[in-house]
T-cell receptor, first 114, second 114 residues
């Protein structure tokens, strides 16, 4: 079974702090994704990476950056956290060889910025 | 550009009744279509997907969906609701093989009344 893990289930940070959210997958997937989920808005793509050291902006990249130094790990960075970044963050991975384009999700990190 | 519309942000059914969750999509190319389920405080889990071939797709937990190209729909059904089906359901579309991204609907929260 594919396993996608996220470093924290719940996180509380203060405005202005630098925040790191870590995601690790164990299935040698090339593609990895970061989403944020807010009530009534569904999932919105922040960034994705189609391979190591590769990244592309999604729909809402402002205020975020990412790092993919190893294939299994994809980090989301909030350079200076703000209260409007309070949200559920979901990581996903996908094999580029899968014709069905299925993504596998981690359990999520609920971030609160005070 | 592709988009997904899920009709009804909240659906309530009685235990044992038919579950029908509606999803309409727009895509400029033949789409791949997905339904995911999210239980409280968890990540998303794939229920079923349509890529090519048979338009009636069966998934886990007794759910199925039918791809109707003429109606640009991919509605999710289950003949008899169970209490454990209470969750949020997301429809998603990708623009076919090789596409990295999924576009998600805003979700439908299903309540099951005993």
């Amino acid at each position: 079974d594919v396993k996608v893990t996220q470093s924290s289930r719940y996180l509380v940070k203060r405005t202005g702090e630098k925040v790191f959210l870590e995601c690790v997958q164990d299935m040698d997937h090339e593609n990895m994704f970061w989403y944020r989920q807010d009530p009534g808005l569904g999932l919105r793509l922040i960034y994705f990476s189609y391979d190591v050291k590769m990244k592309e902006k999604g729909d809402i990249p402002e205020g975020y950056s990412v790092s993919r130094e190893k294939k299994e790990r994809f980090s989301l960075i909030l350079e200076s956290a703000s209260t409007n970044q309070t949200s559920m963050y979901l990581c996903a991975s996908r094999s580029s060889g899968t014709s069905g384009n299925e993504q596998f999700f981690g359990p999520g990190t609920r971030l609160t910025v005070l | 550009a592709q988009s997904v519309t899920q009709l009804g942000s909240h659906v309530s059914v009685s235990e044992g009744a038919l579950v029908l969750l509606r999803c309409n999509y727009s895509s400029s190319v033949p789409p791949y279509l997905f339904w995911y389920v999210q239980y409280p405080n968890q990540g998303l889990q794939l229920l079923l997907k349509y890529t090519t071939g048979a338009t009636l797709v069966k998934g886990i937990n007794g759910f199925e969906a039918e791809f109707k190209k003429s109606e640009t729909s991919f509605h999710l059904t289950k003949p008899s609701a169970h209490m454990s089906d209470a969750a949020e359901y997301f429809c998603a579309v990708s623009s076919g093989a090789g596409s990295y991204q999924l576009t998600f609907g805003k979700g439908t929260k299903l309540s099951v009344i005993p």
